[in-house]
Nanobody
Framework: QVQLVESGGGLVQAGGSLRLSCAAS????????MGWYRQAPGNQRELVAV???????TYEDSVKGRFTIARGNAKNTVYLQMNSLKPEDTAVYYC???????????????WGQGTLVTVSS
């Protein structure tokens, strides 16, 4: 069984910073990509940033220049450094892993439980 555990959410004032962490656990052989999505109340879940196994990175337009996704030194971890936060960044942030190969099966997509980020004005 594959699990994604997120941490780092919280309350911050506009202009502040937060760092989200996500660690994947299980009998993992490889992961094609890891990323972050977010969902604000009344909105659909949207991609924030993703990094592939080959270190290709994609950002949603509104976070370019403010957010940085990076792999951790520990295997199967990913971070999202969020700077210059705005009230419109308020959402539940979900870690996502795609193409997760374990010792006995392939998981197309795995989701974390979500961590709340609240940016006050």
């Amino acid at each position: 069984q594959v699990q994604l555990v997120e941490s780092g959410g919280g309350l911050v004032q506009a202009g502040g910073s937060l760092r989200l962490s996500c660690a994947a656990s299980g009998s993992i052989v490889s992961i094609r990509s890891m990323g972050w999505y977010r969902q604000a109340p009344g909105n659909q879940r949207e991609l924030v940033a993703v990094i592939t196994r080959g270190d290709n990175v994609t950002y949603e337009d509104s976070v370019k220049g403010r957010f940085t996704i990076a792999r951790g030194n520990a295997k199967n971890t990913v971070y999202l450094q969020m700077n210059s936060l705005k009230p419109e960044d308020t959402a539940v942030y979900y870690c996502n892993a795609q193409g997760v190969v374990t010792t006995n099966e392939l998981h197309r997509t795995v989701w974390g439980q979500g961590t709340l980020v609240t940016v006050s004005s």
